[in-house]
């Protein structure tokens, strides 16, 4: 149920809500560092100072992909051992036993030219924090799943694979040049049990007849995580600009949890470290709907940081604790969150 | 039609004429039952100046069902070729090859980059020859494109598509 008094709140109730002003001390580092002064403002405020700037640091260092083994086609150690033998040096992921970072590179081919890419072998995440959601969303699950913003297809394909063709997964985004490389990923990695919708997510529940149990929201963000591998972010989104992604973070929320099956699961992800993209935009959702409860994950990968339960002058939820947020500077990742959501 | 993002883009049912030379293939040829591989319908979707051949398109309730399930083939010059994932799943349930050339490396290497295999490439090859052959790499037994024989001799394959179009089409 939906509490009717409630709604979603305008670009400008969300500007006004999420407004903050630089300090000097901000102003000094957004200088040091190239970025947008109220960028800096929101890390010292949810870090402080000290940590703020090895948040920052973390920012300029590069980092290396992570490949996922398509274990339909070839077991993990054979791949390693094909790339190894190219001149890849590839690191274990010790939470995720079938990828591995890309430590060393040869001149030539890249990672995304050997044959065995081609042959579809592998996938090529930016980082191994994507996987994150993917295996908290299917720990012990077989069944349909719904990837509501699914492309490039990175989660799509490693859902597929979980599922071992057995169930359908339905990939859908809006964007069609985006979907057509998803395409492309399910031809090269031989994957036979994706249906892919062209459509905007906020619509899906009045498109589609079927509930689901496993929802993945994989919202497009404004990507404030992954500044060590696309630093235009650190001037492209104004706080304004913010409030409009928001906005639209929210509407895909809080649509896509009435594909939800009683007592199904939504992975809400962004790959962004904003409160204003993650605590603010679930707390909101929370307001208007009366029908979800957060979730704890099944099962700890790794040591990473709750979601915040303040910010600026607002109070969140202490559930928030169950929700997980990756940081570049302690998780050595790009700065990613996840949520798991269910419907009561 | 064109999406905003100015990509050439059609979906739909296969043409019959287009389904008749696949099935026609798969029976004649590779000697196997097409429907248990390929299915009675088989659809469409093109993007720019690739169309690709798979399981459905249309509406799946009220969206816009872009592709579906395996990957059937591919259309060239208004011609189907079968996808590599289908010559695989014919030969796996098979236990041998047919129309195939097995590839070493260097003659891999070289498909790969869009160019014809030459004898001196050839490992292995598998009747019927005088017809569309899927080319396969020794070093695993893939399929990694679909080729023709081509001159007097026919010993020289010409490559009509091989895995390498996932850079080529995708860069």
């Known amino acids: ?344 | 039609m064109r999406d905003h993002n100015q990509l050439d883009y059609k979906i739909g049912k296969l043409p019959y004429r287009i389904r008749s030379i696949l099935n026609y293939y798969i029976r004649e040829i590779l000697q196997v039952n097409p429907t248990k591989y390929i299915g009675l319908e088989q659809y469409l979707a093109c993007f720019d100046k690739y169309c690709f051949i798979h399981q459905g398109s249309g509406k799946f309730d009220g969206a816009t069902l872009l592709f579906s399930g395996k990957w059937i083939g591919i259309v060239i010059g208004n011609k189907p070729y079968l996808s590599p994932l289908i010559y695989e799943e014919i030969y796996n349930d098979l236990g041998e090859f047919r129309a195939t050339i097995i590839v070493g490396e260097k003659g891999v290497k070289n498909f790969l980059y869009g160019n014809d295999i030459l004898p001196t490439s050839i490992i292995k090859e598998y009747e019927p020859l005088n017809t569309i052959v899927a080319i396969v790499d020794e070093k695993d037994y893939s399929v990694i494109g679909v080729a023709k024989p081509i001159g007097t001799n026919k010993k020289v394959y010409r490559n009509i598509y091989d895995i390498g179009l996932f850079l080529r089409a995708w860069s």
């Open chain 1, 1 to 344: 149920m939906k509490k009717s008094k409630d709604r979603i709140p305008s670009i400008k109730e969300i500007y006004e809500d999420i407004f903050v002003r630089p300090s000097n001390i901000a102003k000094n580092l957004s200088k040091k560092y190239g970025y947008l002064p109220y960028m800096i403002e929101r890390y010292i405020r949810m870090l402080g100072f000290n940590e703020a700037k090895e948040l920052l640091e973390s920012f300029e260092k590069p980092l290396k992909p992570v490949i996922r083994t398509n274990t339909m086609l070839i077991t993990p150690e054979e791949l390693v051992t094909r790339l190894n033998d190219l001149g890849f040096k590839l690191e274990k992921i010790p939470w995720a036993p079938i990828a591995f970072r890309v430590v060393k590179m040869p001149k030539s081919p890249t990672i995304g030219s050997t044959h065995e890419y081609l042959k579809g072998y592998y996938y090529i995440h930016r980082d191994a924090a994507s996987l994150v959601p993917v295996i908290l969303l299917m720990h012990n699950y077989q069944g349909e799943v719904i990837d509501t913003c699914a492309a490039p297809g990175g989660k799509t394909t490693y859902i597929a694979q979980m599922l071992g063709n057995k169930y359908y997964v339905i990939a859908n985004d809006l964007v069609l040049y985006r979907l057509k490389a998803l395409i492309s990923h399910l031809m090269r990695m031989k994957i036979k049990n994706v249906r892919v919708l062209w459509s905007d997510a906020r619509k899906l529940p009045i498109l589609l007849e079927k509930k689901y149990s496993r929802v993945l929201a994989d919202v497009p963000c404004s990507g404030e995580g992954t500044i060590m591998i696309d630093p235009g972010r650190k001037t492209r989104t104004t706080l304004k600009d913010l409030a409009k992604i928001v906005r639209r973070e929210i509407e895909i929320l809080y649509h896509t949890i009435d594909l939800l099956e009683p007592s199904g699961i939504l992975a809400y992800v962004t790959c962004s470290i904003a409160p204003e993209e993650n605590e603010y935009v679930l707390n909101k959702v929370l307001e208007i709907r009366d029908d979800i409860e957060i979730s704890s994950p099944p099962i700890k990968l790794f040591d990473w940081d709750p979601w915040l339960t303040n910010y600026l002058n607002m109070d969140f939820p202490s559930e928030f604790k169950k929700c997980i947020r990756i940081w570049p500077h302690k998780h050595r990742m790009i700065g990613f969150t996840t949520c798991l959501i269910k419907k009561v």
